[in-house]
């Protein structure tokens, strides 16, 4: 089953604590992205991956950072979270081959709560 | 740079009723797709439908259709037949060449029995 997986589904967090939440794809997807959703501004891309070791930010990447070191993969760090990082976030992935960039699969979300 | 706009941050409609959710865009690429999510309370994000700027008819999947307007920038969509459970939060979207994509603020919509 074609599946973007992200973990923790949930996580309640301190300030300063150095964090990282999992993305994982089975559809060996080029196309990688991380959106955090806050209420009143829909979802906002934080980060993004064409591929391999190929990343680039989005509108919001202040206080995150990621890697791509295997393809499926696409770890979201906080290095050190704070309280205005608490949101939902989402992982999401698609390919880059032609009408199959139409469909992108999306990760449950993450609740992240900083205190 | 790429920017939805969604103008309805809630709406109410009766059980049974057709609702149209307003979205338009701004985009300078000639190539773009816009797509409609639905997010209900539990947050995941469920992919409804998709209309491709080169495509000639607006497109439909089941009680979803597209209202797309391109020299106007906009694209609607319209639930008809609506059912409790088409109570959630829905996003435009729209991907141009660089892939990315960019999300409206949302509208909620809560069907009344």
């Known amino acids: 089953e074609a599946q973007v997986t992200q973990n923790p589904r949930y996580l309640i967090t301190v300030t300063g604590k150095k964090l990282t939440v999992t993305c994982s794809q089975n559809?060996?997807?080029?196309?990688m992205s991380w959106y955090r959703q806050d209420p009143g501004l829909g979802l906002r891309q934080i980060y993004y991956?064409?591929?391999?070791?190929?990343?680039d930010k989005g509108d919001v990447p202040e206080g995150y950072k990621v890697s791509r070191k295997e393809k499926r993969n696409f770890p979201l760090i906080l290095e050190s979270p704070s309280p205005n990082q608490t949101s939902l976030y989402f992982c999401?992935?698609?390919?880059?081959?032609?009408?199959?960039?139409?469909?992108?699969?999306f990760g449950e979300g993450s609740w992240l709560t900083v205190v | 740079a790429q920017k939805i706009t969604q103008t309805q941050p809630g709406m109410f409609v009766q059980e049974k009723e057709a609702v149209t959710l307003d979205c338009t865009y701004d985009?300078?690429?000639?190539?773009?797709?816009l797509f409609w999510y639905k997010q209900p309370s539990s947050g995941e994000m469920i992919f409804l439908i998709y209309?491709?700027?080169?495509?000639?008819q607006n497109a439909t999947e089941g009680r979803y259709s597209l209202n797309f307007q391109k020299a106007r920038k906009s694209a609607n969509l319209v639930i008809s037949a609506s059912q409790l459970g088409d109570s959630a939060m829905y996003f435009c979207?729209?991907?141009?060449?660089?892939?990315?994509?960019?999300f409206g603020a949302g509208t909620t919509v809560t069907v009344r029995a």
């Open positions: 979207a729209m991907r141009g060449r660089d892939y990315k994509l960019s």
């Open positions: 991956s064409m591929n391999v070791e190929v990343t």
């Open positions: 985009t300078s690429d000639p190539s773009y797709g």
């Open positions: 999401a992935s698609s390919s880059l081959a032609g009408r199959s960039g139409n469909t992108i699969y």
């Open positions: 209309q491709g700027s080169y495509d000639q």
């Open positions: 559809m060996n997807h080029e196309y």
